[in-house]
């Protein structure tokens, strides 16, 4: 079972919250999850190619162990 199976928030609130969390510790120079061209995409989808150019190539903003690994498991909790 995965975490998102378990929460009691429904799949598009819970990947929202991800999403919105990850913007948070990424650095600016981070894409957006809305510049990425799939016209047919909903904003709030998470599909691979998101994750792999918005989210994945980068470390959190900061230096800090502590917000490269709340970082490592938020996109962890992507494939979940």
């Known amino acids: 079972m ?3 199976d378990s929460s009691t928030l429904p799949t598009d609130v819970y990947v929202s919250l991800i999403q919105l969390t990850l913007l948070r510790y990424l650095p600016s120079t981070a894409p ?3 510049t990425i061209s799939n016209a047919s ?3 709030d989808e998470m599909d691979q190619e998101v994750i792999e150019k918005c989210y994945l190539p980068f470390c959190a903003s900061t230096s800090s162990t502590e917000d490269n690994a709340k970082l490592s ?3 962890e909790n992507v494939f979940r």
């Open 2 to 4: 995965s975490v998102a």
């Open 41 to 43: 995409r909903i904003d």
């Open 73 to 75: 498991l938020l996109a």
């Open 32 to 34: 957006n999850p809305r």
